[in-house]
Nanobody
Framework: EAQLVESGGGLVQAGGSLRLSCAAP????????IGWFRQAPGKEREGVSYINSRDGSTYYADSVKGRFTISSDNAKNTVNLQMNSLKPEDTAVYYC???????????????WGQGTQVTVSS
């Protein structure tokens, strides 16, 4: 089972950018789907974006489309989430997850990291 480690969270002003990274030491993302989720206080965890490493296809939630970009760095074995034009409503703990399956439900039941806090101030 993959042990995922998220990094790159922090405090940023509205309109700013952050780049999150998901690493899995000793595990190769090849042939897996890797996704980013977030959970704000008092809210349910929601899917943000995922990438299917088999064909490079990506998916974005409507709330982040056009502002966030997911990518994989095969050399570093990381999956990154570039977040631009951040809004206060993007404030949440961001988690990455990995699954051999390629759906949101597969990711929910896959391996998860501990999360990284993103706080966007207005």
């Amino acid at each position: 089972e993959a042990q995922l480690v998220e990094s790159g969270g922090g405090l940023v002003q509205a309109g700013g950018s952050l780049r999150l990274s998901c690493a899995a030491p000793g595990f190769t993302f090849h042939d897996y789907t890797i996704g980013w989720f977030r959970q704000a206080p008092g809210k349910e965890r929601e899917g943000v974006s995922y990438i299917n490493s088999r064909d490079g296809s990506t998916y974005y939630a409507d709330s982040v489309k056009g502002r966030f970009t997911i990518s994989s760095d095969n050399a570093k074995n990381t999956v990154n989430l570039q977040m631009n034009s951040l809004k206060p409503e993007d404030t949440a703990v961001y988690y990455c997850a990995v699954s051999y399956g390629s759906s949101w439900s597969d990711l929910y039941s896959g391996s998860w990291g501990q999360g990284t806090q993103v706080t966007v101030s207005s």
